[in-house]
C-alpha cells in the first residue's frame, strides 16, 4: 500500500515509517499539519496514518479538508490515551480507525492491514440492492435513488455487511468483529457512530429509511414494507 504517515515526533514517526516499509508498503512521512494536508492532496494514498496533536494544523482539520476534496484514503487516527472525545470526533469526521498511544507497533500493523484488506468475500455478489439503495462491491460504488452515495472505506464495509443479508440484524459486537476484526475489544460507539455516519448519507433526504435500529439487538438494512 502506498502510505502517508503524519506525524510530529520524530522518533514515533521514524519508528512507524521503518516498520510499514518492512513490511513492504511504500511509505512517505510529514511532520506537520498543514504538509500532511497537501501530501495527501497531491498524491494518492492508500492510507493515512495521522496524529490528531500536530503542529500548524491539528489532525481534526487535516481529516476534515481530506474528506471534504473526497479523498478516498483509509485513515488511522492516533490518539493519546484518555481522550476518548478526540477519538469520537476523529471517528465521526471520517476516520476510519484508530489507535491509542502508546501503542505496540505489531498491533499499528495489524490495524493497518486491517483497513487495507478488503471485506469483500470470495464468491460475494458484486451487486447488493435494497429498495434504491444499490452497491456495486467490485468498484466500491454506492447510490440510492440513481444519486451517487460517497462513502469512506469503512462506512462502505459496514453498509456492505448490512446488505449481504437484508433484514436480518447484527449486534454493535458482531459488526465491529467483522468489519474492525477486533477480537477482544468490542467497541460499540464506533458502530454506533459509523452508523449515524452511513444515516445520513443513505438515508437523510430520501423520505423512506433504510437503515434500521433493532431496540436492544442491532441493525439492519431492509426495505420498506
Ligand atoms: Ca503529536
Not at 489532525?59 to 492516533?78: E, F
Not at 462502505?156 to 476484526?181: H, I, K, M, N, Y
Request: net charge positive; proline share 4%; hydrophobic share 45%.
Amino acid at each position: 500500500m502506498r502510505i502517508l504517515v503524519i506525524e510530529d515526533e520524530p522518533q514515533l514517526a521514524g519508528h512507524v515509517t521503518r516498520a510499514l516499509a518492512r513490511r513492504g508498503h511504500r511509505v512517505a512521512a510529514q511532520s506537520d499539519g498543514a504538509l500532511g494536508l497537501r501530501a495527501a492532496l497531491e498524491q494518492p494514498h492508500d492510507l493515512i496514518v495521522l496524529d490528531l496533536n500536530l503542529p500548524s494544523l491539528d489532525g481534526l482539520a487535516v481529516l476534515a479538508r481530506l474528506r471534504q476534496g473526497g479523498s478516498p484514503a483509509r485513515v488511522l487516527i492516533l490518539t493519546a490515551r484518555g481522550e476518548v472525545e478526540h477519538r469520537v470526533k476523529g471517528l465521526q469526521s471520517g476516520a476510519d480507525d484508530y489507535l491509542a498511544k502508546p501503542f505496540a507497533m505489531d498491533e499499528l500493523i495489524a490495524r493497518v492491514e486491517a483497513l487495507g484488506r478488503r471485506t469483500a468475500t470470495p464468491g460475494a455478489d458484486d451487486l447488493l440492492q435494497v429498495a434504491d439503495l444499490r452497491m456495486d462491491v467490485r468498484h466500491r460504488r454506492v447510490t440510492r435513488a440513481g444519486k451517487i452515495v460517497a462513502l469512506s472505506p469503512r462506512e462502505f464495509d459496514v453498509l456492505q455487511v448490512l446488505l449481504q443479508e437484508p433484514g436480518r440484524a447484527f449486534s454493535r459486537t458482531e459488526l465491529c468483529e467483522r468489519v474492525w476484526q477486533r477480537d477482544h475489544e468490542y467497541d460499540t460507539r464506533t458502530v454506533e457512530i459509523f452508523i449515524t455516519r452511513l444515516r445520513k448519507k443513505v438515508d437523510t433526504g430520501f423520505g423512506v429509511p433504510l437503515i434500521h435500529t433493532l431496540r436492544a439487538v442491532g441493525y439492519t438494512v431492509r426495505a420498506p414494507a
